[in-house]
């Protein structure tokens, strides 16, 4: 069996050997086992299916929430000489008869379909009727309640399991993160399947997260060093996603925008080009990624924090499937955190997914405002050991600086009481160093005591001070207030116990370094 699965995979696939834990999970699934696969975007989950479904008799079942996708992946195996096809709410009722028919008549290898066409009684008798190889369960975190992408239908595949115990199944997620693979387990029923994971790990991968001081221009510094290279630009919003794209082609790159507010074909048409022209940069949200097989994406760039470790992993996942270097650079300020906390308090989510989601925001902000390796904090996040510090990330190729904040940090705090706790960092910024703006003048703020007691720091090193005293917890942000700060419970510990406070410097300005310029 495993010689005739290696030379499948050279004669019908191309590859000269299995990469990972891929040879042990098809040779387990090809030999009927129950398997779910644990394996970071581009770690090469299909084949681990798709091999298994041509060393067994009959079709095998590949249930994938994205219609948009089934079609390329049809295509790429079509092109490979597999008797691939697939079944949505795209094709007229001729060309689905006609698949079924295939199926039928045991004449497919793998068929696509969207887990709501899968439930239908007409496709579970068809099922019943032919000869099946394998159900295999794409993106399978789609069953969790608590990712981005959940699909109620997922919820009801089990049904594939009570109905045909014999057939083996096998569920594949790039999700890390350990509670949703226990979720991912018990909603699918598969307990009992062997699991396998591979290293989360994406060593081409360069991570870099910059202090946020003027997104755009960031943003326009980075992708010079991405000149005709594919990358994808995320940001939160769909404004802010159009008016990024239309800034970018304002300076000669030829960016798209994606996201849900757009009409379908555009949209359609946006991924089409970015899959097939080169050097195209996509801005899109969240919305746009999951399932995109572009081995030469050379960068994901993040304008706005994403919501958590998770969300950024398999983001920036998308970056290097090729194995080439590629960046997964994110510019990240104050501004980020307040406007995250403030969706998540206002949300309409209940009181302990609200708590989850703050939890998964500190998190990815303890991620940004770490000093250490960033590899090793995203893989900790995971339970996964990395023992060394990488090499290949900012905080490892240019050791960040700390400096003794003691003092600033208490100045920043009593600034933050005197005023009244109701204002945003910038206007604490103007009292401490001393501004004579309107504001100002306007609340009396000229004639507290912390005016002007913060000239000896520039306005930047300050935004630095408050974000990083907010990211550690000593102020926090009113979310009912416009980004207002006030202080916690463990302020006490600068204000009345003035232990010290050791802050990260801020890189200077100009530190656009990335993966292509320097190696
Ligand atoms: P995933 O679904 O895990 O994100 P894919 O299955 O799309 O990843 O595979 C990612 C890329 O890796 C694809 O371009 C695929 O052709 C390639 N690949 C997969 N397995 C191998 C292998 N054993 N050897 C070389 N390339 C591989
Ligand atoms: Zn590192």
Redesign the pocket.
């Known amino acids: 069996m495993p010689s005739l699965a290696l030379d499948t995979?050279r004669r019908v696939?191309g590859?000269?050997?299995?990469?990972g834990p891929?040879a042990e999970i098809v040779e387990h699934v090809a030999c009927g086992g129950d398997a779910l696969v644990l394996?970071?975007?581009?770690?090469?989950?299909?084949?681990?299916y798709q091999l298994p479904a041509l060393l067994r008799p009959g079709c095998a079942i590949v249930v994938s929430p994205l219609i948009a996708l089934m079609q390329d992946q049809v295509d790429a195996l079509r092109q490979l000489g597999v008797a691939a096809a697939c079944l949505n709410s795209a094709l007229d009722a001729e060309t689905a008869s006609d698949v079924e028919r295939q199926l039928r008549e045991g004449r497919l290898d793998l068929l696509y379909v969207a887990p709501e066409r899968l439930l239908t009684p007409r496709f579970l008798s068809l099922i019943e009727r032919s000869d099946i190889a394998l159900f295999a369960i794409?993106e399978a975190h789609c069953v969790s309640q608590w990712g981005h992408d959940f699909r109620p239908e997922y919820r009801q595949l089990t049904v594939l399991h009570e109905r045909w115990p014999d057939i083996p199944r096998i569920a594949?997620t790039?999700t890390a993160d350990p509670p949703t693979q226990r979720e991912i387990a018990e909603r699918l029923q598969l307990e009992d399947a062997r699991h396998f994971a591979g290293s989360f790990d994406r060593p081409n991968l360069r991570y870099t997260v910059v202090q946020k001081d003027n997104a755009r221009r960031q943003l326009l510094d980075f992708l010079r060093g991405h000149t005709n290279e594919a990358g994808i630009v995320y940001a939160l919003s769909r404004r802010k996603v159009d008016e990024t794209a239309e800034f970018l082609r304002e300076h000669g790159i030829h960016a798209l925008p994606y996201h849900a507010g757009m009409p379908a074909d555009l949209r359609a048409a946006n991924q089409h080009r970015f899959l097939r022209e080169d050097g195209i940069v996509m801005v899109a949200t969240i919305a746009f990624g999951m399932?995109i097989?572009k081995?030469d994406v050379r960068f994901v760039a993040h304008i706005d924090l994403p919501k958590s470790i998770e969300g950024y992993t398999q983001e920036t996942?998308r970056a290097g499937?090729?194995g080439e270097a590629a960046d997964a650079w994110m510019t990240y300020g104050l501004g980020d955190v307040v406007q995250l906390r403030q969706m998540i308090a206002q949300g309409d989510s209940d009181e302990s997914r609200k708590r989850v989601e703050q939890r998964k925001l500190d998190a990815l902000v303890g991620y940004c405002e770490s000093m250490a390796c960033r590899r090793q904090v995203l893989l900790g996040n995971f339970g996964e050991d990395y023992p060394e510090p990488c090499g290949n990330c900012d905080n490892c190729l240019t050791p960040p600086e700390s400096w003794d904040a003691s003092l600033a940090a208490q100045k920043a705090l009593s600034c933050v009481y005197r005023s009244g706790q109701r204002f945003g960092a910038g206007h604490l910024i103007d009292i401490l160093r001393g501004s004579d703006g309107e504001r100002i003048r306007q609340f009396g703020h000229d004639t507290l005591s912390t005016y002007g007691i913060g000239t000896e720091l520039d306005a930047r090193t300050w935004r630095g001070v408050f974000r990083q005293l907010v990211a550690g917890g000593w102020l926090a942000v009113d979310v009912e207030g416009h980004g207002s700060l006030r202080l916690t419970p463990k302020s006490a510990e600068i204000l009345k116990e003035k232990q010290p406070v050791m802050l990260r410097r801020e890189a200077p300005r100009k530190a656009s370094r990335t993966a292509s310029a320097s190696s």
């Open positions: 995979l696939f590859h000269a050997e299995f990469r891929q394996m970071p975007t581009g770690g090469g989950k299909s084949l681990c794409d594949l790039a399932g097989d081995p996942g499937r090729d």
